[in-house]
T-cell receptor, first 113, second 117 residues
């Protein structure tokens, strides 16, 4: 069965650079969630989109922004990167805003040097 | 704010033994709980869930117990296998504080399970 696809899987950036992470949800899923997981930490909710509209906002820094496109894929844009942004970034998708059944992608490992 | 947490950060068991991973939650409004397994370099994978109106739910080799009185959740893995080695997270689904139709999933701190052959 098709799963959530994230790209790139690994990304290395320098401080103050920008990064764009992409997420392709499971076919027919219209809701996307972004999570950040620091080393040895639990995933922290950043932001979610339902039907291309922001549906919920968590601990997302102002330097980050995200959007969901007409094909339901989502992009997380990160600017003025800091060392502390180094983490695993997970995307999850669900159907019709159903937070109960989120399917997670493999994650993008971002390293900021 | 309210959060979900785990008592034990690491658990080491022998292959074939049963494993018990515990979790405490503090949001009494949470009505749904999930256990996730996360292997190294991978995203969280759903294991089992339980609704707040249940005390126990069984899956294949896994059982989740919910004690609402003390706000405690546990995951029991029977006959633990090397492939069970991973980080296990409990998570709760609770209504958004601001209302609305969407619910929020909050992860607790993970427990690293190591299975020794």
């Amino acid at each position: 069965a098709a799963g959530v696809i994230q790209s790139p899987r690994h990304l290395i950036k320098e401080k103050r650079e920008t990064a764009t992470l992409k997420c392709y949800p499971i076919p027919r899923h219209d809701t996307v969630y972004w999570y950040q997981q620091g080393p040895g930490q639990d995933p922290q909710f950043l932001i979610s989109f339902y039907e291309k509209m922001q549906s919920d906002k968590g601990s997302i820094p102002d330097r980050f922004s995200a959007q969901q496109f007409s094909d339901y894929h989502s992009e997380l844009n990160m600017s003025s990167l800091e060392l502390g942004d180094s983490a695993l970034y997970f995307c999850a998708s669900s159907l019709s805003g159903n937070s109960y059944e989120q399917y997670f992608g493999p994650g993008t490992r971002l390293t900021v040097t | 704010g309210e959060s979900v947490g785990l008592h034990l950060p690491t658990l080491s068991v022998q292959e074939g033994d049963n494993s018990i991973i515990n979790c405490a939650y503090s949001n009494s409004a949470s009505d749904y709980f999930i256990w996730y397994k996360q292997e190294s370099g991978k995203g969280p994978q759903f294991i089992i869930d339980i609704r707040s109106n249940m005390d126990k739910r069984q899956g294949q080799r896994v059982t989740v117990l919910l004690n609402k009185t003390v706000k405690h959740l546990s995951l029991q893995i029977a006959a633990t296998q090397p492939g069970d080695s991973a980080v296990y997270f409990c998570a709760e689904i609770s209504p958004r504080n601001s209302g609305g139709s969407n619910y929020k999933l909050t992860f607790g701190k993970g427990t690293l399970l190591t299975v020794n052959p």
